[in-house]
């Protein structure tokens, strides 16, 4: 089991940007797809973007071209680069790292609260 420790969250104002990172437990980080992940009040908990352990990116259409996710497996650093930030991106963000077999509720960093207000 993977378990993250997440900063980096904050209030920016909208067009700003701001910068999250999770730093991973154990030697597994580097075998699986992670991602970061966000919910507001009331709603699902989605995909931002998820990247490969070789590096490969994809990313949600809402974010495409403002939002940069990487990682450093030397390192069991996962990392979400956000530019151009606007109100609709105020939510609470989640790393996650999809182990397969895994239940849903494990391998999830805690939660990190963006809030995007001028």
């Known amino acids: 089991q993977v378990q993250f420790v997440a900063a980096g969250g904050g209030l920016v104002q909208p067009g700003g940007s701001l910068n999250l990172l999770c730093a991973a437990s154990?030697?597994?980080?580097?075998?699986?797809?992670s991602g970061w992940y966000r919910q507001g009040p009331g709603k699902q908990r989605n995909a931002v973007a998820t990247?490969?352990?070789?590096?490969?990116?994809n990313y949600s259409d809402s974010v495409k071209g403002r939002f940069t996710i990487s990682r450093d497996n030397a390192k069991n650093m996962l990392y979400l680069q956000m530019t151009n930030l606007n109100a609709a991106d105020t939510d609470v963000y989640y790393c996650?790292?999809?182990?397969?077999?895994?239940?849903?509720?494990?391998?999830w960093g805690q939660g990190i609260q963006v809030t995007v207000s001028s």
């Open positions: 154990g030697n597994t980080f580097d075998q699986y797809i």
């Open positions: 990247i490969t352990s070789f590096g490969i990116p």
């Open positions: 996650h790292i999809l182990v397969p077999g895994a239940r849903i509720g494990d391998n």
